[in-house]
């Protein structure tokens, strides 16, 4: 504890805090997703540009699975939630998983 010396208060002293862990979104290949809707899906909840998202696509197409991103924990469950609801909507089998950094 210490004396705040503007308002006069007992202030806590900064704690020493972990970095939260982080976690990768991996996006696996299947056999029936289209290319293009990979992409769009790489730009739009990943916010890659076109041509990151055409290689990571292809990385994905090419070795069975690929890095989307890496996050802290919630943020990472969300984007592979939102990626599989926009796949299931429209019709794709597309998977993705979170696997801890
Ligand atoms: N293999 C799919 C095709 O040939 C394309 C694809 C790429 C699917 C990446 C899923 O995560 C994936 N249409």
């Known amino acids: ?16 805090l972990a970095k ?4 990768a979104v ?8 289209p290319m293009e809707f990979v992409i ?3 730009q739009s909840v990943f916010k890659k540009n076109y041509e990151d998202a055409k290689r990571i ?3 994905i197409h ?3 699975k690929g890095i989307c991103g890496v996050f802290p924990l919630d943020i ?7 990626v599989v609801e926009f796949a ?3 019709q794709h089998p597309l998977e993705c998983k979170v696997q801890k950094q």
């Not at 006069?8 to 900064?14: A, P, Q, R, W, Y």
């Not at 991996?26 to 997703?33: A, H």
């Not at 990472?76 to 939102?82: D, G, S």
Request: net charge negative; charged share 25%; glycine share 2%.
């Open 1 to 16: 504890m210490a004396i705040n010396n503007e308002n006069s208060i007992l202030t806590k002293e900064k704690e020493k």
């Open 26 to 33: 991996i996006m696996l290949n299947d056999d029936y997703t």
């Open 62 to 64: 090419n070795e069975g």
């Open 40 to 42: 769009y899906v790489l």
């Open 57 to 59: 696509m292809l990385t």
């Open 20 to 23: 939260p862990s982080m976690y």
């Open 76 to 82: 990472a469950e969300t984007k592979a939630n939102q």
């Open 88 to 90: 299931r909507i429209n």
